[in-house]
């Protein structure tokens, strides 16, 4: 009997981790001639991590080709790789390995998603343009495709929003209330981003007009916070009429829960003095009033 823990054990290549075809292969082209990609919803910046890469790029050289399409004017659209071709410009570098790659718009925007989705520390608004993205792209596909029945999609009758949510390893409502956050204005998905208006509020502010959502902007600088049931309130209202930013302000208000007004009880020490012998701690005496309220709490009680 073969000794299985014997068996090579087979990893996936970088080609094949890039979904490359056995056909491809990379090939230097120059930086100048690569734009980015239309609406890239995912954030390039100069932080810690971009300085890591630039190091490694500096010593190693791109290890992993990037990957971009012809765009029909005699240069290319960058699929994957923003970061690594930033870097490089960082670098002073005037050509990068790339996998050029004949693909229509839907079928870059799937491979662009699925190329950086998986990334750590990924913002709220950054899921959310590129969910939507990938969304509208498989609808179309599975539009083209119903004519022959071969789409997956079609043939189990699941929607895309579904599919999308097993291939992302989340639930379908969680990809719809990511959606949702690109119905923000920029303000408030700021707002979102930076952890300063809570999730779950923000899917519920989506809802509303944009004039009403900047005006909730203006409030939340003012006061620095906005409730769940205040929003709630306050979409209960806009199906009732005409909406100013006045009436806005005193829903708003109004719905904040009042406190409940806090009882102090202050014992002046020279006054308790009288009724404790001078070796009793400030503990001793505490325990001694705690035991009396504790008995004529039981005395009312038992009336």
Request: hydrophobic content about 40%; proline content about 3%; some cysteine.
């Amino acid at each position: 009997m073969k000794n299985k823990s014997a068996e090579k054990i087979k990893l996936p290549s970088i080609d094949e981790l890039l979904g490359v075809v056995n056909e491809e292969a990379a090939m230097d082209i120059e930086i100048r001639s690569i734009h980015s990609f239309e609406d890239h919803p995912f954030k390039v910046v100069d932080d810690e991590k971009m300085q890591e890469l630039v190091e490694s790029i500096r010593t190693n050289g791109v290890l992993v080709p990037v990957l971009v399409r012809p765009d029909g004017r005699n240069g290319y659209e960058m699929v994957s790789g923003h970061r690594r071709m930033h870097a490089s410009k960082l670098l002073g570098l005037e050509t990068i390995p790339a996998i050029i790659r004949d693909m229509d718009r839907d079928e870059a925007v799937v491979a662009m998603v699925d190329a950086n989705i998986q990334r750590e520390e990924l913002l709220p608004s950054e899921k959310a343009f590129a969910f939507k993205m990938k969304l509208d792209a498989m609808k179309r596909q599975g539009k083209r495709m119903d004519l022959t029945c071969d789409h997956f999609e079609h043939k189990l009758g699941k929607k895309s929003r579904e599919l999308l949510g097993e291939r992302l390893g989340v639930s379908s409502a969680q990809v719809a209330r990511y959606i949702r956050l690109t119905e923000l204005i920029p303000e408030l998905l700021e707002m979102v981003d930076n952890k300063r208006l809570n999730f779950t509020i923000a899917v519920d502010i989506s809802y509303i007009d944009k004039q009403v959502q900047a005006w909730i902007h203006e409030y939340i600088c003012d006061n620095g916070f906005i409730k769940p049931n205040q929003i709630s309130n306050l979409r209960q209202h806009l199906g009732q009429g005409n909406m100013t930013q006045q009436l806005m302000i005193s829903i708003l208000n109004s719905s904040i829960p009042m406190k409940a007004a806090t009882k102090k009880v202050t014992f002046n020490e020279r006054k308790l003095a009288k009724y404790f012998p001078a070796h009793y701690s400030s503990a001793d005496m505490e325990n001694v009033i705690v035991k009396l309220l504790e008995d004529w709490k039981k005395s009312q009680e038992e009336v």
